[in-house]
Every structure is written in structure tokens, then in C-alpha cells.
Nanobody, 127 residues
């Protein structure tokens, strides 16, 4: 098992940047594919980005590609989401998640494959 704790959310104006962090504890961090998901009020949870166990492969939703960057530091048991050029439609609660059983990138986007979830951090982008 692993416990996840997000931080770094807040209020920012459109065009600004935020860096989210997700700290993991309780298990071997490098065993997990890590993902970021988000959920806006009244909407379904959606995939944002994911990163492989070693950090050498990433996947992004089309809506954030070119603006967001996912990274991880296995020595620090932490995954990051750098968010640039933020838009009001990025407003959501952002969750990090960990998956043990994903072994090909075609499943990185699938929320059903993630075993553990953080509590979420609010990101609000004003226009």
C-alpha cells in the first residue's frame, strides 16, 4: 500500500503557473505508475497526465499537452505536475494516483487501473 498527499494548489490568474506535488509514503514508490486526474464541479473525472515507473515515458491528455509537464523524483518519493499557461477551464480538484498493474502505456489514461488516490488539491484559475 501507498499513501499519497497532494499539495501546491491555489488560486491563480489565467496565463499563470502552478506546480503541484504528490508525496508518497508507505510503499516502494518506484513500483508504481503515477498519474494525475482532475474533476471539475458537475463533470466526470478526467485523465490529465501519467508517468512510467522510471520516469522515461509520459502521457498527456490533449487538453493539457504543451502546457503541463509531469515528472517524478523516485529518490524523493514525489511526483510533480508543472502547469503553465493556465486557463479557467483548468479549474478543478486535482488528484494524484498510483497504479501497480499497468504495464503498457495504452492503459495510463484508465482511472480504473489506479489502486491508490490522494485527497486532492484545489486549483482555481480566474479570468
Amino acid at each position: 500500500q501507498v499513501q499519497l498527499a497532494e499539495s501546491g494548489g491555489g488560486l491563480v490568474q489565467a496565463g499563470g503557473s502552478l506546480r503541484l506535488s504528490c508525496a508518497a509514503s508507505g510503499s516502494t514508490f518506484s513500483n508504481y505508475v503515477m498519474g494525475w486526474f482532475r474533476q471539475a464541479p458537475g463533470k466526470e473525472r478526467e485523465f490529465v497526465a501519467a508517468i512510467s515507473r522510471s520516469g522515461d515515458s509520459t502521457l498527456y491528455a490533449d487538453s493539457v499537452k504543451g502546457r503541463f509537464t509531469i515528472s517524478r523524483d523516485n529518490a524523493k518519493n514525489t511526483v510533480y505536475l508543472q502547469m503553465n499557461s493556465l486557463k479557467p477551464e483548468d479549474t478543478a480538484v486535482y488528484y494524484c494516483a498510483a497504479a501497480l498493474s499497468i504495464y503498457y502505456s495504452g492503459l495510463y489514461h484508465d482511472a480504473r487501473k489506479y489502486n491508490f488516490w490522494g485527497q486532492g488539491t484545489q486549483v482555481t484559475v480566474s479570468s
